[in-house]
């Protein structure tokens, strides 16, 4: 087994259901044209933070000194339930990556034990790759990054040939679909890079764009977070915080009783079709949070949120939050 095989099967072994490993050279310059583009057309919407470090984004150089390469990882979250539990009449819904424990540190954990399954393969010691570590500091480096870290990380992934960017913005696997989550590890060691994942092109089908219920989604390939159910639900900020955001959550999900992000255009893609469940059990999956009523939400007090909702990404959001989008959610609805 070559090292890049053994570093995989590690990732296989820690419960990640694909791996990839691509350069830390810089992206090409059209994605960083694309993603100012974006936000310049006011897309991002109130999300300050990606409008920092956008230079760091696109080059993981930036992120860790010396770095020259990046292991990208998927964790599938495909649930056993189909579509009808997730439609259940009357039932809010909760996005299927937010009904787990909170993924960024679980995701970070296995890839900081990946890290150091590395560190002990016996290779520490290899001189680093020219003017790759200052003098004295010949260690192996790593930066585990989820979610928080300004990387591009479906950009990177698609790099990592683990799949190509679909119309709904979605990262998409031949074999997994587009349920997964991702992660990378960058690191000093010197890897053999596989093939970038070639852009294969929806064409005409549009079924996402048309599954959208607030025409987040364009034909032209555009993609505005304004609109996104998901941005709605989560990003907005809770109604209590000042001065208060023009248009918060104003959708309620289009009475689809969304509480908390939204899988309209992943469900209606057909690259979803026949895939694979989730084999990684440790992900622990609170499947009961979708019985939960809009008035048991509104009478919850502080200590009962962070009882029933500890370790997951609802402590992130905030029962404030959470009240508003439920009281969106219902009022859509009736
Ligand atoms: C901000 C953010 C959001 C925002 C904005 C979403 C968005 N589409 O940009 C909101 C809150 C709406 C959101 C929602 C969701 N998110 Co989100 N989000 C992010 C985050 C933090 C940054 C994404 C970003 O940079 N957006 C800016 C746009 C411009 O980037 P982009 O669409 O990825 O496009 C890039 C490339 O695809 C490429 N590209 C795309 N089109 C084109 C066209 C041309 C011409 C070129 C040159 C390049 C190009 O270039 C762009 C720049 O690199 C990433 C994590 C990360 N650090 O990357 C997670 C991430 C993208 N989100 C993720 C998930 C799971 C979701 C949701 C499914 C959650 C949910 N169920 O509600 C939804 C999906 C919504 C959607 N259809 O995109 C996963 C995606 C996994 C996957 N399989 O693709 C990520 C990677 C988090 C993770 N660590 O797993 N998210």
Redesign the pocket.
């Known amino acids: 087994m070559s090292l890049e095989e053994k570093i995989k099967q590690k990732a296989f072994d820690l419960g990640f259901d694909a791996a990839g490993i691509t350069t830390a050279d810089p992206m090409d310059a059209?994605?960083s044209e694309?993603?100012q583009q974006?936000l310049n057309d006011g897309c991002a919407a109130e999300?300050g933070y990606?409008h920092r470090n956008i230079d760091k984004r696109f080059d993981p150089g930036q992120l860790l000194k010396g770095a020259t390469s990046v292991i990208c990882v998927a964790l599938n979250y495909r649930p056993k339930c189909g579509r009808s539990f997730q439609l259940r009449k009357g039932t809010l819904h909760i996005?299927?990556?937010a009904q787990y424990e909170d993924y960024h540190p679980f995701i970070k954990d296995r890839l900081f034990q990946l890290a150091e399954f590395i560190k002990n393969m016996g290779i520490n010691s290899s001189p680093p790759a020219k003017g790759a570590c200052p003098e004295g500091e010949r260690g192996l480096k790593f930066k585990a990054c989820?979610?928080s870290v300004p990387?591009?990380?479906?950009?990177m992934a698609q790099r990592a040939g683990l799949g190509f960017?679909g119309r709904?913005?979605?990262?998409i696997n031949p074999k997994l679909g587009?349920q997964?989550?991702?992660?990378e590890l960058i690191t000093t060691l010197r890897l053999e890079a596989d093939e970038p994942f070639e852009q294969i092109p929806c064409g005409g089908c549009g079924r996402c764009i048309r599954a959208c219920p607030t025409g987040a989604l364009g034909f032209d390939?555009s993609?505005d977070?304004r609109k996104?159910i998901?941005?709605q639900t989560?990003?907005t900020p809770a109604p209590t915080s000042s001065p208060p955001v023009k248009g918060a959550c104003p959708e309620g999900g289009r009475g689809l009783g969304y509480i908390f992000?939204?899988?309209e255009?992943?469900l209606a893609c057909p690259h979803e079709l026949g895939k694979p469940e989730r084999k990684n059990t440790n992900f622990q999956f609170h499947p009961e949070w979708q019985d939960l009523t809009p008035d048991q939400i509104q009478a919850m007090t502080e200590d009962e949120f962070q009882t029933t909702f500890a370790n997951s990404g609802f402590i992130r959001l905030g029962l404030d939050r959470l009240k508003r989008n439920s009281a969106a959610a219902q009022a859509a609805r009736s």
């Open positions: 059209a994605h694309y993603f974006w999300m990606l996005a299927r990556f989820v979610d990387l591009a990380e479906r950009a960017i709904n913005r979605m990262l587009s997964f989550l991702l992660g390939g993609f977070a996104c998901s941005y989560i990003e992000g939204c899988d255009c992943i």
